[in-house]
């Protein structure tokens, strides 16, 4: 009787820890099927979110709101999941020199022969007056699966400095920046230095120096043109 007891005994115990390992196999399984999951597909929706924000009907309301605002240094910096401490010091000082001069050519139609191109496959920004060639900068745009929109366009918001934010990144303090586009715009950048290659979410990334010498010389409806 005793012995059929534990025989009984250890065919359940056999069975249960039997029943824990299975259990514990799905839950490891699922846990690196979710973690794999994450890695492989996190960035494509965050590509894919950060191209719906940019080129939503809202956008060009959000932009325009945001010229009410005063500009904002103190915030920590997000690009790319990493984070990057606030703006350099030098910024708010640049920003502070801009708006002393009263931001210069900001009415629309305002030397109207001045127009901007941007070459994608170059990565390079080139300034006209009518067909005289001003200057010639290097640039950043958008990586392939953000790509940085092409066609004709109109510089329609300027912000001395301005707050980015959108899926996986904020910006704050973000210098000389012209919308042209809904999101899109071409404005100064701290935290790259990468210039000549693609490295943006669809903005045109500069040298602070070389957006904030555009800024004062173009104005709102300076025309905007993008190509490969």
């Known amino acids: 009787m005793n012995l059929m007891r534990k025989q009984k005994l250890r065919k359940i115990h056999h069975k249960g820890k039997k029943i824990f390992f299975s259990k514990y196999w799905i839950i490891t399984y699922v846990f690196f099927f979710l973690i794999s999951f994450y890695f492989i597909f996190a960035p494509k929706i965050y590509d894919y979110l950060i191209v719906w924000d940019l080129n939503s009907d809202n956008k060009v309301k959000q932009i325009l709101t945001l010229g009410k605002e005063s500009p904002d240094y103190t915030g920590q910096a997000v690009y790319l999941g990493k984070k990057l401490g606030s703006p350099p010091k030098e910024i708010p000082l640049l920003v502070q020199n801009l708006l002393a001069e009263g931001e210069k050519s900001q009415i629309l139609g305002e030397n109207n022969q001045r127009w901007i191109e941007v070459n994608l496959s170059q990565q390079k920004l080139y300034t006209w007056d009518g067909n005289n060639l001003v200057g010639i900068y290097l640039v950043s745009t958008g990586l392939p699966a953000t790509p940085t929109v092409t066609g004709d366009y ?22 000389c920046t012209m919308y042209f586009y809904k999101g899109y715009g071409i404005h100064g950048t701290y935290w790259h230095n990468n210039f000549g290659h693609p ?24 025309r905007v043109n993008i190509h490969y």
């Open 154 to 175: 109109r510089i329609y918001a300027k912000y001395a400095s301005t707050k980015m934010s959108g899926p996986g990144y904020y910006l704050p303090g973000v210098p």
């Open 199 to 222: 490295m943006s979410h669809g903005c045109v990334n500069m040298k602070t120096s070389d957006a904030c010498t555009i800024f004062s010389w173009a104005s709102i409806g300076t």
